[in-house]
């Protein structure tokens, strides 16, 4: 059994502390190291379905439940109208995803090596996906601007962009998701051959868990990833205003790294064993499916969700962080190596973006 799922004392706990009234921090911080558990119950049982059920169902259920607990989180958000806490979310997860889990991974790997590889090409198709993304994410913010509009303050829960910005996020989004679709048919079905780390990986878990096990397993996570993201949401306002730390930062930092935290460990945990492919996979892929993906889908889910539709439309330091992360992991990938001190260098951009988004 794996070590992080000790961690599943606290799902009763924060239960019980959101019934007991308790203060909004202990509350907070239990449904936080919650979420953790159930979050690596859905990636394990994930693996395991994809296993035997082949590439093509593997790699829609990777999309689906892969980044799961970001989306559930996400959801019960745009519901209570947290729409600027929800882009937030989704900045720190890209952000987190390249600078602290690909930097975590390649200081891990290499402090026993010279260098590591890994798959250029399969790393430059993502990291080209990304490119596109930022493109996406950050032409709405233009477009916002030039029309004489301003950007969201760092403060605001909900900023109301009039119907024609919403209308055109809604089509951005569209085109999103498309180009997603075909990424997906472009590295499990035209150029599989590319994307070995997917190979290994079922090779890995033969043998492993029963379709009936994996189903349950993932079914049961579901439910307490969504108790727990509820109890989350419910209490960030007030947890944030008590800690004296902006609902802006605990959403790029901590609920970004909370939602995240199962593939943090698996991508770590890999790199130590030399297989760099499937770290950087995880790092910069799981940044692509947030960006093309579920940021597109929650904005599509606004329009039904919440007090009114979400516009694609994020705050100036939210775009700096982006248009860094997205260019660093370009220029990373490059090469096909990496070493301990690229990843040191990817570990002081994150804590420098922290830092000035800390201050914000």
Same mark, same amino acid.
């Given at each position: 059994?794996?070590p992080?799922y000790?961690?599943?004392? #606290?799902i009763?706990?924060?239960?019980a502390?959101?019934l007991a009234?308790? /203060?909004?921090v202990?509350?907070?911080?239990?449904?936080?190291?919650?979420?953790?558990?159930?979050a690596?119950?859905? &990636?394990?049982?994930?693996?395991? +379905?994809?296993?035997?059920?082949?590439p093509? +169902?593997?790699?829609?259920?990777?999309?689906?439940?892969? !980044?799961?607990?970001?989306?559930?989180?996400?959801?019960?958000?745009? *519901?209570?109208?947290?729409?600027?806490?929800? *882009?937030?979310?989704?900045?720190? @997860?890209? +952000?987190g995803?390249?600078?602290?889990v690909?930097?975590?991974?390649?200081?891990?790997? &290499?402090l026993?090596?010279?260098?590591?590889v #890994?798959?250029?090409?399969?790393?430059n198709?993502?990291?080209?996906?990304?490119?596109?993304?930022?493109?996406?994410?950050?032409?709405?913010?233009?477009?916002?601007?030039v029309?004489?509009?301003?950007l969201?303050?760092?403060g605001?829960?909900r900023v109301?962009?009039?119907?024609?910005l919403?209308?055109?996020?809604f089509?951005?989004?569209?085109?999103?998701?498309?180009?997603?679709?075909?990424?997906?048919?472009?590295?499990?079905?035209?150029?599989?051959?590319?994307f070995n780390p997917?190979?290994?990986?079922e090779?890995?878990?033969?043998g492993?868990?029963?379709?009936?096990r @994996?189903i349950?397993?993932?079914?049961?996570?579901?439910?307490?990833?969504g108790?727990? /993201?509820?109890?989350?949401v419910?209490?960030?306002?007030?947890?944030?205003?008590?800690?004296?730390?902006?609902?802006? #930062?605990?959403?790029?930092?901590v609920?970004? +790294?909370?939602?995240?935290?199962?593939?943090?460990?698996?991508?770590?945990?890999?790199?130590a *064993?030399? *297989?760099?492919?499937?770290?950087?996979?995880?790092a910069?892929g799981? /940044?692509?499916?947030?960006?093309?993906?579920v940021a597109?889908?929650?904005?599509?889910l606004?329009?039904?969700?919440g007090?009114?539709?979400?516009?694609?439309?994020f !705050?100036?330091?939210?775009?700096?962080?982006?248009?860094?992360?997205?260019?660093?992991?370009n220029f990373?990938?490059?090469?096909?190596?990496?070493?301990?001190?690229?990843?040191?260098?990817?570990l002081?951009?994150?804590?420098?973006? &922290?830092?000035?988004? #800390?201050?914000?």
């Amino acid at each position: 059994m794996r070590p992080v799922y000790g961690l599943g004392i #606290f799902i009763p706990i924060a239960v019980a502390l959101e019934l007991a009234h308790a /203060s909004p921090v202990l509350v907070f911080l239990a449904a936080a190291l919650g979420v953790i558990p159930t979050a690596a119950v859905m &990636g394990e049982a994930t693996e395991h +379905i994809a296993a035997k059920t082949g590439p093509g +169902i593997g790699g829609l259920l990777n999309v689906t439940f892969g !980044n799961a607990p970001e989306l559930i989180i996400a959801l019960f958000a745009l *519901k209570e109208g947290l729409q600027e806490v929800v *882009k937030a979310s989704i900045v720190g @997860s890209i +952000i987190g995803n390249i600078l602290l889990v690909l930097g975590a991974a390649m200081l891990v790997g &290499g402090l026993k090596r010279d260098k590591q590889v #890994f798959n250029r090409t399969a790393a430059n198709a993502q990291s080209v996906m990304l490119l596109l993304a930022l493109c996406a994410l950050i032409l709405p913010a233009v477009f916002q601007l030039v029309h004489g509009g301003g950007l969201p303050g760092v403060g605001e829960e909900r900023v109301d962009f009039g119907a024609e910005l919403e209308q055109l996020s809604f089509a951005v989004a569209i085109v999103l998701m498309v180009s997603y679709a075909a990424g997906l048919v472009f590295s499990l079905k035209t150029h599989r051959a590319v994307f070995n780390p997917y190979e290994a990986e079922e090779e890995e878990h033969e043998g492993g868990w029963s379709m009936k096990r @994996s189903i349950v397993s993932l079914a049961v996570a579901a439910v307490l990833v969504g108790v727990m /993201s509820e109890v989350l949401v419910g209490s960030i306002t007030e947890a944030s205003e008590t800690i004296g730390l902006s609902q802006f #930062f605990v959403g790029v930092f901590v609920v970004a +790294i909370v939602g995240n935290a199962a593939e943090h460990w698996v991508a770590v945990l890999v790199a130590a *064993k030399d *297989k760099m492919d499937l770290a950087v996979s995880i790092a910069i892929g799981s /940044s692509a499916q947030i960006a093309l993906f579920v940021a597109p889908l929650l904005v599509l889910l606004s329009f039904v969700i919440g007090p009114s539709p979400m516009a694609l439309v994020f !705050n100036g330091y939210e775009l700096g962080g982006l248009v860094f992360a997205v260019l660093i992991a370009n220029f990373v990938t490059q090469d096909g190596e990496s070493n301990w001190f690229e990843g040191v260098q990817l570990l002081a951009l994150y804590v420098v973006l &922290g830092l000035v988004f #800390f201050f914000a």
